[in-house]
């Protein structure tokens, strides 16, 4: 409900589609008392006023649920197993950890109104889970964990429609994934997993409302009970498990109405209901497989390339959701599905081959928010600009002059280290040091995200952001804290060169976490050779910083043409505790667009990018310390060579197919292995 006041300045109430002012209510009111009144005394006349002809009174339109739909859905869950199972915690994201954290999926169906306000449907989902809560794993180790991966379910729904509000009641056929981890004699490491399918029933409830256009919300609760299924683990020295599945959701969705006929556009282009201005929703989908072929490989670790090649593929949703709460301030939400790996689970590579790779992959889709903030912006007045409808941005005006408050979880890549010719792994290069500033160790968790604030102020032809962020609790953790912390501050400078627009951004960063020094690391195993050197390192880390600077410079040459540069550069002194194992780097190239040969949605990409290490990080893996990526055991050191180039073919509007090539030389600076040819493709999606 949005309560304001009009420019007569009589007060104004909103709610969904309807608003009504008080001098509306003033007038309605005066005019139904005028009807009693009239009706009174026209009681003794009424054969007269019988006579008379009557204006028929409009009908009332009713909301019609029928039709086809699509959504997604995310909420919170819970589940047990049965006796003596040892339900692995996973993430709660701020609610507590359980057997299911935060669950996420999508879902679609058809509805049927009858004539008397029923609802009949039919409805299909899956649901899936969150990754490992690794510090109340920590607190309860066990022989073995019991966890389940997602579930998938077929249900009729029975509804009653009271306009835009239905009630409804579920049920039907379920089925689901569970797997047993069995763990190393620290009760932690996973050692072997066991899975299978189970299948059972579900029913719920839940009420579901028409909000704008052809959108609606959801709220719901299902439980699901699967049949029991008796784990062998004789072969590890233990007695049969019996797993009993028995698990809650609940749920928050929204669906997408494309009525009876969604292979007919709608009547006049109308939708079921007026659009909103004040929320919206995108969404993205991402499919990226990756390989490379047999390379020269004398010596490897766990770290390395397999000198034998190999074959992997990433696949990522999202959806991005976004509110206008007042006047400057809008919410956003961004739930997130990953499932696969990089090559050698992104593992092998300083400059990694896949942005959409996350160090924390996975064989089934696993759900997180990745991202949700309140950016509250400030005008101070004088020229405006159009905002266009995109992902995290609600269309509107704003003032060119304005300061811009940000609060949440977020990428720092969001904001910082732009780049209009290559900074999204999803539409350009994929390879990390490619996309960004690759010297700048941001905060961030696994996926790539952090917690934190930023600044930033906005004039027509400068801005000047910062921003606080929390780290890791120590190098490669999925664990934020704000013990310590890490900082940036970037000028950002646009100009015009020949009449061809540019920008010029500089960064500087600091960031303070729980690291190793490389120098003392060394000194301690060359003075103690029958400890283990990664051993010294976890023993060394303390609160240490590390600090840098970056340079971005993106210029467009003639229309349709683009440059793109950065040089980056850190310390190098102490571990590298969030992105990868690169202390100064170059990178450059080229993005041309499709106009030239007659498909100006196509884009042409090619680049290349030179990756280093400080002398202090080179004797660290020289004598067999292992980095965030990286880590043969040994070192022949030669700088990182990367060449790539990609060719973005757009299918139709919202499809683009990416054809993508990438040799690099040195493969983890090592000059005794590689080069590697890495072959990729991508199918991207977004709505």
Request: overall charge neutral; proline content about 5%.
């Amino acid at each position: 409900m949005r309560i304001g006041r009009d420019r007569a300045a009589s007060w104004t109430f909103a709610f969904g589609g309807v608003r009504l002012t008080l001098r509306g209510y003033r007038h309605r009111y005066l005019r139904t008392a005028a009807a009693i009144a009239t009706g009174v005394l026209a009681l003794p006349c009424a054969s007269l006023a019988a006579d008379l002809p009557l204006k028929a009174r409009a009908a009332k339109t009713v909301y019609d649920w029928t039709g086809f739909y699509v959504g997604g859905h995310f909420g919170y869950g819970d589940a047990g197993f049965g006796p003596g199972t040892n339900p692995l915690p996973l993430q709660g994201a701020g609610l507590p950890h359980s057997a299911t954290g935060l669950t996420g999926g999508y879902q679609l169906g058809y509805n049927r109104q009858l004539a008397n306000r029923v609802v009949l449907g039919v409805e299909a989902d899956a649901t899936f889970t969150s990754p490992l809560d690794v510090p109340a794993h920590e607190r309860a180790p066990a022989p073995f964990n019991t966890t389940i991966d997602y579930v998938g379910t077929v249900r009729g729904r029975l509804g009653y429609a009271f306009d835009r509000f239905m009630p409804f009641v579920t049920g039907g056929f379920a089925w689901g994934h569970t797997h047993i981890n069995v763990n190393d004699a620290d009760g932690i490491t996973e050692l072997s997993p066991v899975g299978h399918y189970q299948t059972g029933w579900t029913a719920g409830l839940g009420l579901e409302f028409a909000v704008s256009g052809n959108w609606s919300a959801k709220a719901e609760y299902d439980y699901v009970a699967l049949s029991r299924r008796t784990y062998d683990l004789g072969g590890f020295g233990m007695a049969n498990v019996n797993v009993d599945p028995r698990i809650h959701l609940f749920k928050l969705g929204l669906n997408y109405n494309f009525g009876d006929t969604p292979w007919m556009a709608p009547v006049n282009g109308k939708t079921k209901l007026p659009e909103s201005g004040d929320w919206n929703v995108h969404a993205q989908t991402t499919v990226l497989p990756q390989g490379y072929g047999p390379i020269h490989s004398p010596y490897a670790s766990p770290l390395s390339l397999p000198g034998g090649g190999q074959f992997q593929a990433t696949w990522t949703t999202t959806a991005f959701l976004g509110a206008r709460l007042w006047d400057g301030g809008e919410f956003y939400f961004n739930p997130e599905l990953a499932q696969g790996f990089g090559i050698n689970g992104t593992l092998g590579l300083a400059g990694f081959s896949n942005g959409e790779a996350q160090k924390a992959g996975a064989p089934f889709p696993k759900i997180r928010a990745q991202r949700y903030y309140l950016r509250q912006t400030f005008g101070l007045g004088g020229e405006q600009e159009e905002v266009p409808d995109a992902p995290n941005q609600l269309a509107g005006k704003r003032d060119v002059d304005r300061v811009t408050l940000i609060v949440g979880r977020f990428a720092v890549g969001d904001f910082f280290d732009g780049n209009a010719y290559a900074k999204d792994p999803r539409a350009d290069f994929m390879n990390w040091a490619m996309w960004s500033s690759a010297a700048y160790d941001f905060p961030a968790d696994l996926p790539g995200y952090t917690r934190g604030a930023v600044v930033e102020l906005n004039r027509k032809d400068w801005a000047v952001r910062a921003g606080l962020f929390q780290v890791p609790d120590a190098p490669n953790s999925d664990v934020l804290v704000f013990k310590t912390g890490g900082a940036v501050v970037e000028f950002e400078e646009r100009h015009s060169i020949f009449d061809q627009p540019g920008k010029l951004r500089v960064g500087t960063f600091y960031n303070s976490g729980n690291t190793a020094n490389y120098r003392q690391v060394v000194a301690i195993a060359a003075a103690n050779p029958a400890l283990d050197i990664n051993d010294i390192t976890i023993a060394n880390q303390r609160d240490r910083s590390k600090y840098g600077f970056y340079v971005n410079l993106e210029q467009q040459i003639v229309k349709d043409v683009g440059l793109f540069a950065r040089a980056s550069w850190n310390d190098g002194q102490n571990q590298i505790l969030s992105f990868t194992d690169i202390d100064r780097s170059v990178s450059g190239g080229l993005s041309i667009k499709g106009s030239h040969w007659g498909r100006p949605d196509d884009t042409i990409g090619i680049g290349g990018a030179v990756n280093g290490l400080s002398d202090a990080h080179r004797d660290f893996l020289a004598a067999g310390g292992t980095g965030l990526l990286i880590g043969d055991g040994r070192l022949n050191y030669s700088p990182e060579r990367i060449l790539e180039a990609y060719y973005a073919w757009k299918l139709n509007s919202w499809t683009t197919m990416t054809f993508d090539y990438q040799f690099i030389t040195n493969p983890a600076y090592n000059a005794d292995r590689g080069p590697v040819s890495i072959f990729s493709g991508r199918l991207h999606a977004e709505f």
